[in-house]
């Protein structure tokens, strides 16, 4: 079982799934995130979540909370739009109703994370290598994104 949270909100919402689901659901949010990302945070949350979907897929119970993502409080409102825009994209697509139901949840899971969850400087922490995809920061401090605490 995986367990999908955000342990900052007030209610601590979680929900736990099959592995299955939890792969194809990371499947489904992975193609919608590459699909619709423009920036560099959108094209980074594809990848960190790409790379959740391989360390379940090899054993690892690596579940999501959504305070490990590497939000930024200045850009927020945007980040969060697009996280409940992709879990919505994937949903609507989903050929499985289960995998569908979880995105959903998911989706709301992101709406109840408020900017006031949100830790300056948090780091996309990567459990395998850092994909090599992500284009290269123009802004020193960018890097700080990449790198392992």
Wanted: net charge positive; glycine share 8%; with cysteine.
């Amino acid at each position: 079982m995986i367990t999908f949270s955000n342990l900052r909100a007030a209610e601590s919402l979680t929900f736990t799934t099959s592995e299955r689901t939890a792969l194809a659901l990371l499947a489904a949010l992975t193609e919608a995130a590459r699909e619709a990302a423009a920036g560099r945070w959108e094209h980074e949350l594809g990848a960190w979540l790409g790379d959740r979907r391989r360390a379940i897929a090899g054993g690892v119970r690596a579940g999501i909370d959504l305070g490990e993502v590497a939000w930024t409080p200045e850009h927020f409102p945007d980040q969060q739009r697009f996280v409940v825009a992709i879990c919505r994209q994937a949903s609507d697509r989903a050929g499985d109703a289960g995998v569908a139901a979880d995105l959903a949840r998911l989706a709301e899971l992101a709406l109840h994370h408020g900017r006031e969850h949100v830790v300056v400087g948090r780091r996309w922490r990567w459990l395998g290598p850092r994909p090599a995809h992500l284009p290269p920061s123009r802004n020193p401090s960018d890097s700080r994104l990449l790198r392992d605490p």
